[in-house]
């Protein structure tokens, strides 16, 4: 029974991922289109980004413009790393790992940009120091409205930051010990063995996802109201949108694949075809983003006024409206 079904299986679909030589030979005149306009797409969002960067260098002051500068770059560098993973299918472990060490970087950034939107960390403890703020938000404990509100404070923000910045750096770790152990034969995706390294590290992974993305949702549902006019609920929005396409769409479909639903297509086995489909996703997605992230930080505001600043300014209001109403 095995061998009739093993004679019914191209032998490429059992086979690892094709050279990149390979792939430019299958290609057909539409292929060729296709290959051509997605790297085109890429190769316009590096473009974008690398004068999006001497825009900022020149107009937004330190040390706003380097955080800035990273989080304008998730969108182009994850396109840039799927049209290298397209044309070289054997090489998406390192592009994808690439990416995702970006992002993770990231993730900790848009932290110190919400932070730094109100004027840096001591004015952000003068303002916030000792009032409640809401910590049920998703993703952890957005089904936990009991949960009681937990005073700002030096040491809650030190919390926030090191629950943030500790993906950036384990993930990174945790994939250089990844790329070791694939190098070695130890660490296979389809590999769902208990005795195998994907299945420990992956769900490690993603519990250290959930836990730096906590951070960053309470700063910033708590203090959202006072950036709008920045545009920060967008900005924030185009970050969630680039973390649910880069890691939740290619779970899906790697787990597709995986499965079979995504079918063989020699010279592509199941798994290196839903890769392929990924990275052409992606190519596109992050091109749109890259446009919309450009429009949003293309922009240069003035300095948040500060909350005695505000005070001040509604004392003055009222006062005047009284005087008005004497008068009346």
């Known amino acids: 029974m095995e061998e009739a079904l093993n004679n019914t299986i191209h032998p490429a679909c059992l086979q690892e991922p094709p050279l990149a030589i390979d792939v430019i030979k299958q290609l057909d005149a539409f292929g060729v289109c296709q ?22 260098y020149k107009k937004l002051p330190y040390p706003k413009k380097t955080t800035i500068i990273w989080i304008n770059g998730a969108a182009p560098v994850i396109a840039t790393m799927a049209c290298f993973g397209m044309w070289i299918p054997r090489a998406v472990m390192f592009t994808d790992m690439t990416s995702n060490c970006y992002f993770a970087v990231v993730v900790y950034k848009v932290l110190v940009l919400l932070i730094e939107e109100l004027g840096g960390y001591s004015v952000f403890l003068g303002r916030f120091s000792g009032k409640p703020f809401k910590i049920s938000t998703g993703p952890c404990c ?165 909350e005695v600043h505000d005070n001040d300014h509604n004392a003055k209001v009222c006062l005047e409206h009284s005087c008005f109403g004497s008068n009346d």
């Not at 730096?212 to 203090?223: E, G, K, R, Y």
């Not at 609920?233 to 680039?242: E, F, N, R, T, W």
Request: net charge positive; glycine share 4%.
């Open 35 to 56: 290959y051509s306009m997605l790297t085109f797409m890429s190769c316009v969002s590096l473009l974008l980004y690398l004068e999006q960067c001497v825009y900022i």
């Open 142 to 306: 957005c089904c936990c409205p009991c949960l009681p509100l937990v005073p700002m404070s030096r040491r809650m923000l030190f919390l926030l930051k090191i629950g943030a910045l500790q993906y950036a750096i384990l993930k990174t770790v945790l994939s250089v010990f990844s790329i070791i152990l694939w190098t070695n034969g130890n660490f296979d995706l389809s590999d769902l063995e208990i005795t195998g390294a994907a299945i420990w590290i992956n769900p490690f992974i993603g519990v250290l996802t959930i836990t730096s993305l906590w951070p960053v949702a309470i700063v910033f549902m708590n203090i959202n109201s006072h950036l709008r006019r920045i545009n920060i609920i967008p900005k924030y929005a185009m970050y969630q949108l680039i973390l649910v396409l880069s890691q939740l769409q290619t779970s899906i479909i790697n787990i597709l694949a995986l499965d079979g639903t995504i079918a063989c297509a020699p010279p592509f086995s199941s798994q290196a075809r839903g890769s392929m489909l990924s990275q052409q996703m992606m190519i596109m997605e992050m091109f749109i983003i890259t446009l919309v992230t450009r429009m949003l930080y293309r922009r240069t505001y003035d300095t948040l006024p500060s």
